[in-house]
């Protein structure tokens, strides 16, 4: 049984009232696929292809139309907040309104502990150290507010927020968009070793082939709102199928070549 | 805390120190927040400071100068009016009358302004753009001119005049907060929380209300110098406060008819008014600075 699957998801937006009839515009899937533990998928495919939406999706920030989702076998529902937010959390893209301003690192994880989990005060307090720590963050950071940290260290908290209900998935939305290369690489050499030591699964969107290529497992191509194309990365690099596929690898494959 | 603090001797200023550490840097918004804290002392302490009673008539001194012109009495600082009171006595419990009717009139809009603002902003659709949309139209008329209509309906007098005021300002908080409130609940930091399992009153509580705060204070300044003109020209147009109290306003329009021979008469309210008004605009403009230049370091 696999960690985590997709099963047929679909999702169209609901027409507004006004719109009587005419072209429903964008659709996504129907959508399946499978993810197991310690694995890492990369979802790559161009602009407005689906790709963030179907990460809301997975994390319930969208209610699918149709379709299940399943966690362990088990089906996640919208209804039931806990289960899903502490399994399947979601790193958002590096962004200047990621953190709130006004609340301190430490009150901001301290969030989703109080809404979560049935922790006191002090251990609550324990595990957000702990998690800092883990994203190579100083207990000190605990006070800092977001205006005083550099970018990678906000996408550090944005990541611990994440890791702090110690969830099986983690789903990230192009986490590494804003970063200068070399925050970027640790950012990523991060990720890989909290993978290997907590054997998370990754489901991740990147426009970034070069990291697609250095972190996934398995690679999807998306194009239209359809999974076109789904297969091991090495694989999908050297031999790509569907015409989406040829033309985004093409594309990296020219840039290498230039260098 | 932490076992090992390396940096136990750091400062970590809190949003609210950071602000103060730049509202200090401005010059100008610490003298305007010293008028401003002077005024504040002069309407709290006003009964004990005074020398006279404020309708205290003392008929062998009409219309005197003030001490320090050649005619002037030290019994009268500023002077006394056409029936013999006091003038530094009546500008003191003015100041009160009148600033504090100020505040109380934002008060009031602040509160209810604030809630429907957090309605508008929280629901979505035809409820919310009733609430924010109906109260926009009336943005376009002065609150003057609201005010007096209200005022034409209830009637005159200071209370019903702070009334009027304080219903006139409403819709400018309602606006500010569902604006506020519409650009915040868009921002990713939202959308976290809102993952991590808070329903919408558990997020407006702990992750908008700490950033609203700005907003609602900026406002709240700049609304008390629009109520104390209002306050003040409700006053002077004998349909605020009525004569017998002491109003800045009132007291101008009393010391209208003897302009000429005693100009101090509506020279000194004048200038109270003045005062109030520009040094709270410049302490809410240095919040304003402050507040947008905190968070850049």
Known sequence: MSLLQIDQLCYQPKRPWYKLAGDDGFQLGPVSFSLEKGETISIIGENSCGKSLLAK??????????GRILLNGQTLENNHKTQRASNVRMVFRHSAHALNPSLSIGQMLDEPLRLNTALSAKGRSEKIFKTLKLVGLMADHFYFYKHMLSDGQQQRVALARALILDPQVIVADEPFAALDPSVRSQTVNLLLKLQKELGLAFIFISHNLGIVRHMSDRTIVMHDGQIVEMNLTQTLFLDPQHSASKQLIHAHNALLSLQ | MPDVNLYDDEFHPSPWQSTWREFKQSHIALVGLTTLSF??????????????????????ALLLPPAWHDNGSVLHLLGTDVLGRDMLSRIIYGIQVTFGGAVGAVLFALIIGTAFGVIAGMTSGVRSSILNHVLDTFMVIPSLLIAIIIVAILGVGLSNAVLAIGLALIPRFV??????????????????????????????????????????????????????L?????????????????????????GLATAYIAPWNILL?????????????????????????????
């Open chain 2, 269 to 297: 309210p004048g200038l109270s008014i003045f005062l109030m008004v520009i040094s709270i605009n410049v302490v809410g403009d240095g919040l304003r600075s402050a507040l947008r230049n905190r968070m850049s370091q």
């Open chain 2, 230 to 254: 209002d306050i003040a020209a409700l006053g002077f147009l004998n349909l605020g406060a009525q004569t017998l109290l002491p109003e800045l306003g009132v007291m101008i329009s009393e």
């Open chain 2, 175 to 228: 606006h500010a907060t569902r604006n506020f409130i519409k650009e915040e609940f868009n921002k990713d930091y939202i959308k976290t929380a809102r993952l991590d399992g808070a329903s919408s009153v558990q997020i407006y509580f702990k992750n908008i209300l700490p950033n609203m705060i700005d907003v609602i204070i900026v406002q709240g300044t700049l609304a008390i110098s629009v109520a104390i």
């Open chain 2, 39 to 60: 005024f504040v002392v002069l309407a709290i302490l006003g009964p004990i400071l005074t020398p006279y009673a404020p309708d205290l008539q003392n008929t062998t």
């Open chain 1, 57 to 66: 999706l997975i994390v319930g920030a969208e209610t699918p139309t149709a």
